[in-house]
């Protein structure tokens, strides 16, 4: 299985007590209490872990640090969350959850580089979302009081 | 003192919540939470015998709806009401409100809330009881134009940078440093705008702005009868986007004149709006070390547990007795209260540690810390869902030992034991900070936490990678055998589960 944290992202295969990480041989062994693992030896040094997925997340405190990891879909797995790339398009993404409070533009108006076109508010702070871009405004997918999760398209600005 | 009142309704979320809750059951008084209906898993609720479903509609609708609380205090046939913090702990009207409907109100009189609250009218009265305050403007016109000449002289002789505050401002929001004569203008127009939109009252003022200032306030009760005490100081500069982050007493930059003359000006402010109960008065204090008032906060912090811990009180008692009419306790008006050893709280918030955007999604595991000196305020715990709406505080780290040097081995030591997955927390910069030269020191200011050096991600040893592919249900290994896995779809991409290790 392919698993990824930060850059890094390597092939993992577990058998007979050996793990492959990335093509490495690492003999592992596991610690148990119940039927929870607690905690993991391997190159001679025993590891307190506790580990839990969630969907194609998994997260892991080891060595007194938490670490997140994605496991990649295999080759033909279909994704159910496409994440536009900002890049790709004239697209706005959201930078992080909240609620949007205002929307200070609309459909077909011209808007210039650095004009304010909504205000995002998350916990207690307001966030400016800014056009990027001179350009027109051809497509809004929020509205007042919406939610919005980080990264997705708020606007397009052709 | 009146008799004890049989229920207490909680007007708040959160650790807040929880910590009154425990105070109220060892007095004997019966708790009674409220929660908006998309928080019904909130971890309050969940904590209490007893809660009140407020209706959905967000926090506007319920945790800020006056007519909504009195009417869960009703329902539940609660006489008296805390408010926490936040919310409305700091609404005058509230505090009106609940003494009108006959309640017993746990909070100073609603008069000294708006006296404080009003930050222009504080800073002159402030000024007239002989409290010193930033130098700034004291342009008190109801509406603000933004070129007036007024404001624009004012700035001038105050020098840049400087700050521009809104009157109904606090905790950071609203407000703006302007470093050129020529964005003056436009910051007050800004300003302008955020304080009428968010506090419906669009006045400003400008402040002198200090560079590398500390953040230090004093704890002040006062009681029916006229006496108002200290109970010392927290040192609060370890701030992030004027938030604070770590909170210890006693402050090092506090010599024991300066303590002396800080309380002083801390009663001073106090009684010179008639307070009666908890308040804290901030100061900033400058590298030559001279203070100045900036706010007084008319409720209950959110770091009082350090006093606690370093006197030995219980805060909360405190002001449900003096509600009640009780005198202040006699130790605390004769002197003798005097703290013990260092105390240091951490804030952990659901945020990315580096640029403290707020995280949200659900705490798959919870493991906080215990053992000697170590007391935790928690308002989440595994299963809790962390939303957008509410505040991203998770839980406080209290520590306490002898000495400060011990205190900061104790929170270093606590911090490294919680086990938080799910929801990114900012544990990586409170233990940045704890491992600062600046901050072991003692000389640092507000500027500390931008000064960290950057930290570089920490690469996974081998044994998270082997752990992430237990956990990620990789058969075909007989040292991996399924640990009660629930049922799981085959493809991992389809659904969340909750499949764990270690749980």
Not at chain 1, 144 to 149: A, H, I, K, Y
Not at chain 2, 290 to 305: A, D, G, S
Request: glycine share 10%; with cysteine; hydrophobic share 40%.
């Amino acid at each position: 299985m392919k698993l990824s944290e930060g850059e890094s992202s390597i092939d993992v295969v577990l058998e007979d007590g050996v793990a492959s990480l990335g093509g490495r041989a690492v003999p592992f062994s596991t610690r148990r209490s119940g039927a929870a693992i607690v905690a993991i030896e391997a190159g001679g040094e025993s590891f307190g872990v506790r580990a839990v997925r969630e969907g194609n997340r998994v997260f892991v405190w080891c060595a007194e640090r938490t670490f997140e990891f994605r496991m990649d879909p295999p080759a033909g797995a279909k994704r159910t969350r496409v994440r536009p790339s900002a890049a790709d398009s004239g697209g706005l993404l959201s930078p992080m959850p909240g609620r949007i409070r205002r929307v200070l533009a609309a459909v077909g108006d011209a808007v210039t580089r650095g004009q304010v076109l909504m205000v995002l508010e998350a916990m207690k702070m307001e966030h400016s979302i800014r056009s990027p871009r001179d350009g027109r405004l051809v497509r809004l997918a929020c509205a007042e009081g919406d939610l919005v999760e980080a990264g997705v398209a708020l606007a397009e600005i052709e | 003192m009146d008799a004890l009142p049989r229920r207490l309704l909680i007007a708040n979320r959160g650790e807040i919540a929880v910590r009154i809750a425990r105070t109220a059951r060892e007095m004997g008084i019966e708790p009674v939470g409220v929660f908006e209906s998309s928080d019904a898993g909130g971890f309050h609720v969940g904590h209490m015998a007893r809660s009140i479903d407020l209706g959905p509609g967000g926090p506007a609708e319920t945790y800020l709806s006056i007519p909504k609380l009195l009417k869960a205090a009703e329902s539940s046939e609660a006489t008296a009401i805390h408010p926490g913090y936040g919310f409305l702990s700091e609404n005058a009207e509230f505090a009106r409100a609940v003494a009108g409907a006959g309640l017993l109100w746990i909070g100073p009189p609603a008069d000294a809330i708006q006296k404080m609250g009003d930050k222009l009218q504080a800073r002159r009265r402030m000024r007239e009881a002989g409290v010193p305050v930033v130098p700034g403007s004291d342009a008190a016109a109801a509406a603000i134009d933004p070129s007036d000449e007024e404001l624009l002289r004012r700035g001038a002789e105050i020098g840049f940078p400087l700050l521009v505050k809104a009157s109904g401002g606090g905790g950071g929001k609203g407000m703006a440093r302007v470093d050129r004569a020529e964005d003056l203008p436009a910051a007050l127009e800004e300003t302008h705008r955020v304080g009428l939109s968010a506090f419906a009252d669009g006045r400003v003022y400008l402040e002198k702005f200090f560079e590398s200032p500390r953040h230090v306030e004093f704890q002040v009760f006062g009681d029916r009868y006229g006496s108002v005490v200290h109970l010392f100081e927290r040192e609060c500069s370890v701030q992030r986007r004027h938030q604070k982050v770590l909170e210890e007493t006693p402050s090092v930059a506090l010599d024991p004149r300066l303590r002396e003359s800080m309380g002083r000006a801390a009663i001073e402010a106090a009684r010179a709006v008639g307070y009666v109960g908890a308040g804290t008065v901030e100061f900033l204090l400058d590298e030559r070390k001279n203070f100045y008032f900036l706010e007084m906060n008319t409720r209950l912090q959110v770091e009082h547990p350090i006093t606690e811990e370093t006197l030995g009180l219980d805060l909360v008692r405190a002001q449900i007795e003096i509600a009640l009419g009780a005198p202040l306790p006699p130790p605390w008006r004769g002197g003798k209260l005097l703290p013990q050893g260092h105390s240091i709280e951490l804030r952990l918030y659901a945020e990315d540690p580096e640029d403290f955007l707020p995280r949200s999604g659900r705490i798959l595991l919870w493991e906080e810390p215990a053992g000697p000196g170590v007391r935790v305020d928690a308002g989440a715990g595994a299963g809790t869902t962390v939303g957008v709406d509410y505040d991203p505080l998770l839980a406080k780290l209290v520590v306490s030992a002898p000495d400060r040097r011990s205190a900061i081995e104790r929170a270093r030591r606590a911090l490294s034991e919680w086990i938080v997955l799910g929801v990114e927390t900012n544990a990586p910069l409170l233990a940045a900070v704890l491992a600062s030269p600046e901050f072991r020191s003692g000389r640092y200011s507000t500027d500390l936490i931008g000064r960290l050096p950057s930290r570089a991600r920490p690469q996974p040893p081998d044994a998270a990678w082997i752990a992430a592919a237990l956990a990620a249900g990789d058969g075909g290994s007989p040292a991996a055998p399924a640990v009660s896995a629930p049922a799981r779809s085959r493809d991992p991409w389809d659904e969340r589960s909750g499949w764990r290790l270690g749980a």
